[in-house]
């Protein structure tokens, strides 16, 4: 069997590259399993607003802005607009058509929450571009935007799996819980650890269990 081909959408101050070296504990747990093809986020971020919490990467870069006028992002920064989000979807919809068709999405922290968004927007039909046929989501959130209010209007019958950590520092666990009611039927895995994508062995067959109805 072939493996699923999964589109994988990157956290603020990530880049593709730099995400798809954070994920190589993945990508060997799930080798037989899935192809992971990472996308670069279309805005690139000042140095100063990375600062010394980036990751290192040379091309930090982002979804969407919770300060336009700042172009920077938290999680926690409510809004009554942002910007940079329309440029992103277009270019996860580049993305579809360059290198698709996929069979699901993945998305860490910002990722997280823009996947959330592309599911909303798929099962509204405003982006036929998008034919995911499930979505993995670690530490997830919704977003504190009141213009996106909008995408959690009703419950998704995307199927999901949400992965967040017991002792995550900058998306804590109760933000990534509040977004399980936006899916009518979502799966958890849960960890002790904080802000990263878990995979040691104990979590692979939560992982496949979960991917085996798409195979």
Do not use: N
Request: hydrophobic share 40%; with cysteine.
């Amino acid at each position: 069997m072939a493996p699923l081909r999964v589109l994988c959408v990157h956290g603020y101050r990530q880049s593709g590259a730099s995400f798809r070296e954070k994920t190589g504990a993945l990508r060997k747990l799930l080798k037989t399993d899935v192809h992971l093809v990472y996308v670069d986020a279309p805005h690139l971020l000042a140095q100063e607003s990375v600062g010394g919490a980036g990751d290192g990467d040379r091309e930090s870069r982002g979804w969407w802005f919770s300060d336009p006028a700042a172009r920077t992002f938290s999680a926690q920064q409510p809004c009554d607009r942002s910007a940079g989000l329309d440029e992103s979807v277009a270019a996860l919809r580049r993305a579809v058509r360059d290198d698709g068709p996929f069979d699901g999405v993945l998305g860490f922290s910002q990722g997280a929450a823009l996947v959330a968004m592309l599911c909303a927007l798929q099962e509204s039909r405003a982006e036929p571009d998008f034919g995911f046929r499930f979505a993995i989501l670690v530490a997830g959130f919704r977003s504190a935007c009141a213009e996106h209010l909008r995408f959690y209007s009703a419950p998704l019958r995307m199927p999901s799996m949400h992965v967040f950590g017991l002792a995550d520092g900058v998306i804590p666990a109760d933000m990534s819980r509040d977004l399980l009611p936006v899916f009518r039927d979502p799966h958890v895995l849960t960890h002790p650890g904080g802000h990263f994508v878990p995979a040691a062995s104990a979590h692979r067959q939560t992982y496949r269990d979960f991917l085996e109805r798409f195979r």
